[in-house]
């Protein structure tokens, strides 16, 4: 970390120049007045410790221009005078601290220093943590869209992120994005160093989604949530998905937890855990209200910022916009030959209503790009099959073998288990066919 000393009492100088040598990782450099300073400002070092004394500036003048000629420098006043009105001038400029030449100015300045590398530090680490999320696909970059519905979208996701401590509500169809579009929002807020978890209310019984979500299975006793998922979140974000499921006496939970009222013996609120929440919707959630199958308070507490996530129907102009990045995406993951998709293939693609949405469309691209041996995706590789069988094709964790297998039987079903074809199509000996069927005879599949 860069650090300017700038004193003109040259004993003064050296006497904190050499405290700050002693420190690890610091490099120090030294000023006497204010012009060689600001001739060496564009060096933008983290800290410069300041006198206000110096002969040829004034020093709300000099830390003026210093706030505005390298704005993410911590300057750190020493003054030989205790003035209060001067130290509140100082600090409403910009200043991180103001010390007083005494007894104390050596440690005072050696505990400014501390918490300004702690908050340097979390700042790297936080860039560091947001360039590898960038690589994960968690940029908004990545969210691509030409239609108006889309883009109306993405401005509020934008927003969301911005805004870290307002709720967000995402409401659109199964397969819009819910889960990518929550993390991106999470991982581009000022709560990217923070855990992101995620809890689906479908996925869990009724009578254990209380236990999940506040790790007790009761709050009658005021107590705060000690473990579950709002505990595992503290601090960061917390996506519940399919919230519209949420059991009646559970919305009360979540909505005592969301207006602090509920607390620990010792009287600290539940808010404390500062938890920001996300919530995901496959239905018109304002419509659960008027049916009063959804609490209204909890749900005006919910939608501070509501997203509407378009159907990919509602949004024909980007479905060939998205196949190609899902199939370069594909191909680069998978140590792939770069492919393309033929104009028949394109066609083929924009008649279909895409039931599974953009989850959908991805699962068809990415099927296509394994059934074709070719660089280029024709119409016959674009396999329509039911929703749930071709959206997870790809959704489970499987052996190279299994999707071998997997592969194998869609174009046994495809060629009518035409063997010597299908051996044909995918490159591979008969035996390798026959030996499966005979597996999964033995196996009464």
Not at 18 to 43: C, M, P, W, Y
Not at 210 to 215: I, K, P, Q, V
Request: with cysteine; glycine share 6%; hydrophobic share 40%.
């Amino acid at each position: 970390m860069k650090i300017f000393v700038v004193e003109d009492d040259r004993l003064f100088n050296s006497l904190i120049a050499n405290a700050l040598k002693k420190e690890k990782e610091l490099v120090i450099s030294t000023f006497f007045n204010g012009g060689d300073l600001i001739r060496h400002l564009s060096e933008h070092p983290e800290v410069i410790t300041l006198d206000i004394g110096l002969p040829d500036y004034f020093g709300l003048d000099l830390l003026g221009q210093i706030k505005r000629l390298s704005p993410s420098t911590e300057v750190i006043v020493i003054s030989g005078h205790d003035d209060l009105k001067l130290a509140v001038q100082m600090l409403k400029l910009g200043a991180y601290d103001y010390i007083a030449k005494d007894e104390n100015v050596r440690e005072r300045l050696l505990h400014c220093i501390s918490h300004i590398r702690s908050k340097f530090k979390i700042s790297q680490e936080l860039s560091k943590l947001r360039s590898e999320i960038s690589e994960r696909y968690y940029d908004f970059e990545e969210i691509v869209g030409e239609s108006r519905a889309m883009k109306r979208a993405l401005a509020l996701m934008e927003k969301a992120s911005r805004m870290a401590n307002v709720n967000v509500l995402l409401c659109g169809e199964e397969g819009t994005g819910k889960g990518m579009i929550s993390r991106a929002i999470h991982y581009n807020s000022e709560r990217a160093a923070m855990p992101f978890v995620s809890f689906s209310v479908g996925a869990v019984p009724p009578g254990m989604i209380r236990e999940e979500l506040f790790g007790v299975e009761d709050l009658r006793d005021g107590e705060i949530p000690l473990s579950g998922k709002i505990a595992e979140a503290a601090n960061g974000t917390l996506f519940i998905e399919d919230i519209e499921l949420l059991p009646a006496d559970v919305q009360f939970s979540l909505l005592s937890y969301l207006t602090g009222s509920i607390k620990s013996a010792q009287g600290k609120k539940s808010k404390d855990l500062n938890v920001r929440i996300i919530a995901g919707s496959t239905v018109d959630l304002a419509e659960e209200v008027r049916a009063r199958r959804f609490r209204e308070d909890l749900y005006f507490r919910l939608m501070g910022i509501p997203v509407y996530l378009p159907s990919l129907r509602e949004r024909k102009k980007d479905i060939i916009l998205l196949a190609g990045i899902f199939l370069t995406d594909f191909c680069n993951i998978n140590g792939m030959d770069k492919k393309e998709l033929s104009a028949a293939a394109n066609r083929k693609l924009l008649k279909y209503p895409y039931p599974g949405n953009v989850r959908e469309l991805k699962a068809v691209i990415e099927l296509a790009a394994v059934l074709t041996d070719s660089t280029v995706i024709d119409e016959e590789h674009i396999v329509f099959n039911s929703t749930a069988s071709v959206a997870d094709f790809f959704s489970e964790e499987m052996t190279m073998k299994q999707y071998s297998d997997k592969i194998i039987r869609h174009y046994l079903e495809k060629y009518h288990n035409d063997v010597k074809t299908v051996a044909a199509k995918l490159d591979i000996g008969k035996s390798t066919i026959y030996n499966l069927l005979k597996k999964w005879e033995e196996q009464g599949e």
